[in-house]
């Protein structure tokens, strides 16, 4: 995913500034990929923070005392991705509104 997220700027400008809609699509295909990735793996940040906050308790670097405070922190933590995720949908959703737009005025 690393590749799509990559290239996926780089298909997108190319589709803007030199207007070819088939560049652009496919840049959108690239930035869907990492959009999709993002997604698939929200669940799995969620569940690092839960294992993370069960080590720390079984290592005992944390006290009955501190675990609420732990886990509103590792939460914190998990939701940063949420954010992320949430922003690069808003963000799929502009470049596809501009696609359309684009082929709206050919």
């Known amino acids: 995913m690393n590749f799509s997220s990559g290239?996926?700027?780089?298909l997108l400008l190319g589709g803007f500034f030199f207007k070819i809609p088939g560049l652009l699509l496919v840049g959108i295909i690239a930035f869907s990929a990492a959009v999709a990735f993002q997604i698939i793996t929200l669940p799995v940040e969620f569940n690092?923070?839960?294992?993370a906050k069960d080590y720390m308790i079984s290592l005992g670097l944390i006290r009955n005392n501190e675990e609420r405070a732990a886990r509103k922190v590792l939460g914190a933590a998990a939701l940063t991705y949420v954010a992320a995720t949430l922003m690069a949908v808003l963000q799929l959703a502009e470049y596809i509104?501009?696609?359309?737009?684009?082929n709206d005025e050919d």
Not at 7 to 10: F, H, Q, S
Not at 48 to 51: E, M, N, Q, V, Y
Not at 97 to 102: L, Q
């Open 97 to 102: 509104w501009m696609f359309n737009n684009s």
């Open 7 to 10: 290239i996926a700027p780089l």
């Open 48 to 51: 690092a923070s839960k294992r």
